[in-house]
């Protein structure tokens, strides 16, 4: 049984430029939440999907954006990217929407802005 | 009110030893408080998860003790071992419907276990 998988392991972007990541859940999981860690930090919550909408947003701003598909697999944008933005983005999928406080995370892309 | 603090920052603790750390929350609405545990370069990982209708939860050489009136949760990790050396993360949620996907994380405590 597959974990949670993402990809790709690590990206290197320029300041302005735009970064798509992804994530599949776990077998049998349909949430997919999305996370922020900074080096030396705890992740921060992005936002979360369930049934292909956002149900729930951290406070981060517009420019990062989502989508989930039907099968449950999601994406996470991010435009114009800051230097700040550089971190290891972490997905974490759960059973569903009512157990999702139990979260299994994959093992992150590292995201590096120049 | 949705912050959770963490302490110590750092623990150093020798082979067989017992490994505490502390977390305290503010958000009365929080009921699930999971620990995580991360090594390098990976995700973090669950370790224990406790719900506050009881006090202490027991999985092998780790126990969550949970205090509800103080607000305050902790990890005990009985009988440490050098491959117990991580990063360990409490965490909370809660507060109803779609709250429940929302992981407020501590800072994080870097565990350093010598043999």
């Known amino acids: 049984d597959a974990g949670v998988t993402q990809s790709p392991t690590h990206l290197i972007k320029t300041r302005g430029q735009q970064v798509t990541l992804r994530c599949s859940p776990k077998?049998?999981?349909?949430?997919v939440s999305w996370y922020q860690q900074a080096l030396g930090q705890g992740p921060q919550f992005i936002f979360q999907?369930?049934?292909?909408?956002?149900?729930q947003r951290g406070n981060f701003p517009d420019r990062f954006s989502g989508h989930q598909f039907p099968n449950y697999s999601s994406e996470l944008n991010v435009n114009a990217l800051l230097l700040g933005d550089s971190a290891l983005y972490l997905c974490a999928s759960s059973p569903d929407l009512a157990g999702a406080g139990e979260q299994y995370f994959g093992p992150g892309t590292r995201l590096t802005v120049t | 009110q949705q912050q959770v603090k963490q302490s110590p920052q750092s623990l150093i603790v020798q082979k067989g030893g017992i490994s505490i750390i502390n977390c305290a929350y503010e958000?009365?609405?929080?009921?699930?408080f999971p620990w995580y545990q991360q090594f390098p370069g990976k995700g973090p990982a669950l370790l224990i998860a406790?719900?506050?209708?009881?006090s202490e939860k027991k999985e092998g050489r780790f126990t969550i003790s949970f205090n509800k009136s103080a607000k305050q949760f902790s990890l005990h990790i009985m009988d440490s071992q050098p491959g117990d050396s991580a990063t360990y993360f409490c965490?909370?949620?809660?507060?109803?419907?779609?709250?429940?996907?929302?992981?407020?994380f501590g800072q994080g405590t870097i565990l350093t276990v010598h043999p």
């Open positions: 077998s049998g999981h349909d949430t």
């Open positions: 958000n009365t609405a929080f009921d699930y």
């Open positions: 999907y369930y049934e292909e909408e956002e149900r």
């Open positions: 406790i719900r506050p209708d009881v």
């Open positions: 965490a909370a949620s809660g507060g109803g419907g779609t709250s429940y996907g929302k992981l407020t």
